[in-house]
C-alpha cells in the first residue's frame, strides 16, 4: 500500500517511512508529479486536528489516493500554548519585535526561550501534539480515520546536533536529554506521531481487512 504524506517536507515523510511496517510505503507530495504546482491547503482550523482534517480532505479529493495528513507543534505552558497552531504567525501573536525566519529553528526558538525568560514564570513545561488524519479512498464514500497524542517535556537550551523543528530545544519528562540528543529509534519509541500512526495501520487492518 502507498499513501501520500500530505507535506512537502521530505524529512518528515522519511520519519513516518521508517515507522511503517513492511508493505507499507509513506512518499511526500515532492515525489507526486500530479502535485506539482497545485495550490496549498489553507491551514485555517484552531486546533492540531482541524488543521490536519483540511489538508487530508484537500489532498484527497485533489489526488485521489490514500493520503496521511499531520498538524503537529508544540505548545508552551508559559506562553499561552505558543506557538502552538500558529508557529508562522506566534511572533505578531506575542507582540515580539523580531525579524526572524520562523522555518528555521535555530531563530524561533531561542527568541521563545527569551520570551519565556521575560515572562517572568518558571514554568518550562510544554507539550508536543501530533494530530494525523488518514482517508483511503473507496468506492463507495471514504475511509477516514483520526488519532491525536502529546508528549509532556520542559523546554531547554539548545542541546544536540541533530536539528529538526524543535528537537534541539525540547527535553521529555523523565529524560536527561532533548530529542536531538536522541536516536532516531529512541525518539520514535516515546514520541505522540509513531503512537498515532500505528494506530492509523492497524485501524486500517481492522477495517479493510487482511495486512496493509
Not at 46 to 51: A, D, G, L, R, S
Not at 73 to 94: F, Q, S, W, Y
Amino acid at each position: 500500500m502507498q499513501i501520500i504524506f500530505a507535506s512537502w517536507n521530505s524529512k518528515k515523510a522519511a520519519e513516518i517511512q521508517r515507522m511503517a511496517p513492511k508493505g507499507v510505503e509513506v512518499i511526500c507530495l515532492k515525489d507526486i508529479p500530479e502535485a506539482q504546482g497545485m495550490p496549498q491547503a489553507e491551514e485555517t482550523g484552531v486546533t492540531f486536528m482541524e488543521n490536519a482534517q483540511i489538508k487530508a480532505r484537500y489532498w484527497a479529493k485533489k489526488l485521489k489516493m490514500p493520503v496521511l495528513a499531520e498538524d503537529s507543534g508544540i505548545a508552551i505552558e508559559c506562553l499561552n500554548g505558543a506557538p502552538g497552531v500558529r508557529t508562522k504567525r506566534c511572533i505578531e501573536d506575542l507582540d515580539l519585535q523580531a525579524k526572524i525566519d520562523v522555518d528555521n529553528p535555530s531563530e524561533l526558538y531561542p527568541m521563545l526561550l527569551k520570551k519565556m525568560q521575560y515572562s517572568g514564570s518558571k514554568n518550562t513545561r510544554a507539550h508536543w501534539y501530533s494530530a494525523m488524519v488518514c482517508i483511503v479512498p473507496q468506492e463507495k464514500g471514504r475511509l477516514e480515520i483520526v488519532a491525536e497524542e502529546e508528549l509532556k517535556g520542559d523546554m531547554c537550551d539548545c542541546a544536540g546536533d541533530r536539528v529538526f523543528g524543535f528537537d534541539q530545544y525540547f527535553k521529555p519528562f523523565g529524560c536527561n536529554k532533548t530529542l536531538s540528543e536522541m536516536d532516531p529509534e529512541e525518539k520514535d519509541r516515546i514520541g505522540p506521531r509513531r503512537k498515532v500512526f500505528e494506530f492509523i495501520i492497524e485501524e486500517i487492518q481492522k477495517r479493510l481487512g487482511g495486512n496493509v
